[in-house]
């Protein structure tokens, strides 16, 4: 029994030894075929179709008008203070006395009290009829001494004591004293009156109907009005675009006087038009820029002012017309990145160009180098795209779209035909069919 049980059980070692080696040896052979055949993965070649939509603009040479920007504040012509040169009481100001208030040349702002000043006037009128009496009377008694001397001198020389001269000149002097006195009070009547020097406009008052002012009192700051003046920095890179007028010692002025539109949005769209009247001797010592003036004449007319008049002290931006190109390549500055380069669109793909510009403003540039007349300069805004991209240009993609047939338009057609036949036929066929029911029935 122990024997039988012995010879069971070498069968059935025998029989886990093939299985593990068959085991083993089908892994061996597994790891054999995935070694020399490792995954591979599918791989496409790049779409060769356009992957966007950009909107171009095909470069030609132009005549192009420089316009150079720059900015300032409204100064007058001419600012002064008015002051009261008498002492008085204010009895009378003009209508126009008043901040804001215009006024022409030779208008009487301010009448003071003038009582105290003509009687001096008159004082000193009678001090200078007393003085012509005692020159007359000192004349007649130089010509009494000169008959005596005549008389009695017996041919000699008289000295001056004799016939007066001293005497004489002393009553000259105190006519001429009369004289100035008489000036000084008429003048002081005449400055009761508180004359416009010129045409302009109230900036600011400090007086009033009754107030009692002394002399050398601030009355008043006013400004002229026949023109205003604005303060412009120019870059430096602009000064080249520019004929500025300049003014040399021997030959005088030169250059243009260009025109200029400065524009306002403090009180809604305000627009004037001027012109640049000079430009400054020195260059600015904290700005290192060169400033010109621009004037606008007749500031405060109806008929100059592209809306409310201008102020003083107003911020302006300015458009200087510069030097007139001919035959250059201008595009918009939203096209150029980072000041450098830009993309064109080549044989329908996405290039990048680097170029230089000869000169830029916030909204146009020159290109000096780097692009060509007949390029396709994208317009389009684009982010962080590669060289060499696929590319449709708008007009063009929609164009093709327009050409091209629909061809599911016309196969939903044919369709709708094979139907609508096929229905006719059974139509025709069930006609039939019930013709010949009727027929056989009859």
Do not use: C
């Not at 008389?151 to 016939?163: D, Q």
């Not at 008489?182 to 009761?192: F, G, H, N, Q, S």
């Not at 009180?267 to 400054?280: A, F, P, S």
């Not at 939903?412 to 139509?427: F, I, V």
Request: zero cysteines.
């Amino acid at each position: 029994m122990s024997q039988n049980t012995q010879f069971a059980a070498k069968p059935s070692t025998k029989k886990k030894i093939i299985i593990l080696a068959v085991i083993i040896g089908v892994t061996v052979l597994l790891s054999t075929i995935i070694t020399k055949n490792p995954p591979q993965s599918k791989r496409f070649k790049p779409s060769k179709s356009s992957q966007m939509t950009v909107v171009t603009k095909r470069l030609t040479p132009q005549h192009y008008q420089v316009i150079v920007e720059s900015f300032g504040t409204v100064k007058p012509r001419t600012q002064s203070i008015l002051f009261s040169q008498v002492s008085g009481q204010i009895n009378e100001v003009s209508m126009q006395f008043r901040d804001g208030g215009f006024f022409e040349q030779g208008d009487v702002l301010v009448q003071l009290d003038d009582r105290d000043h003509k009687s001096e006037v008159k004082v000193s009128q009678a001090n200078l009829l007393s003085a012509n009496q005692v020159l007359l009377e000192e004349r007649a008694r130089v010509s009494q001494a000169q008959a005596d001397w005549k008389r009695l001198g017996n041919g000699k020389t008289a000295s001056a004591l004799v016939l007066r001269k001293p005497q004489l000149e002393a009553a000259k002097a105190k006519v001429l004293s009369a004289q100035a006195q008489l000036d000084k009070a008429e003048l002081a009547l005449e400055r009761t009156k508180i004359i416009a020097p010129y045409a302009g406009r109230i900036l600011k008052k400090q007086v009033d109907l009754g107030q009692v002012v002394s002399a050398n009192t601030q009355l008043a700051s006013i400004f002229a009005v026949d023109y205003v003046e604005i303060r412009l920095p120019i870059k430096n890179k602009d000064l080249a675009l520019i004929n500025l007028p300049e003014e040399y010692r021997d030959i005088g002025e030169q250059g243009n006087k260009n025109n200029v539109k400065l524009t306002s949005d403090l009180m809604g769209h305000q627009e004037w038009r001027g012109k640049i009247i000079r430009t400054e001797s020195a260059i600015d010592e904290q700005s290192q820029q060169l400033y010109v003036v621009a004037q606008i004449n007749r500031p405060y007319d109806a008929t100059t002012s592209r809306g409310s008049p201008i102020k003083i002290g107003q911020y302006v931006t300015a458009e200087i017309e510069g030097l007139a190109l001919t035959s250059e390549l201008v595009i918009p500055s939203s096209a150029i990145y980072q000041g450098s380069y830009v993309y064109i669109v080549e044989k329908g793909l996405l290039m990048r160009k680097e170029i230089t510009l000869g000169w830029q403003n916030g909204k146009q540039a020159i290109v000096k180098s780097g692009l060509v007349a007949g390029d396709e300069l994208v317009l389009t805004s684009l982010g962080q795209v590669s060289s060499g991209t696929p590319v449709s240009i708008e007009g063009q993609t929609r164009d093709r779209k327009k050409n091209k047939p629909n061809n599911k338009r016309n196969n939903k057609g044919k369709k709708n035909r094979d139907k609508k036949g096929k229905a006719s036929r059974e139509k025709i066929v069930r006609q039939k069919g019930t013709q010949q029911a009727k027929g056989e029935s009859l």
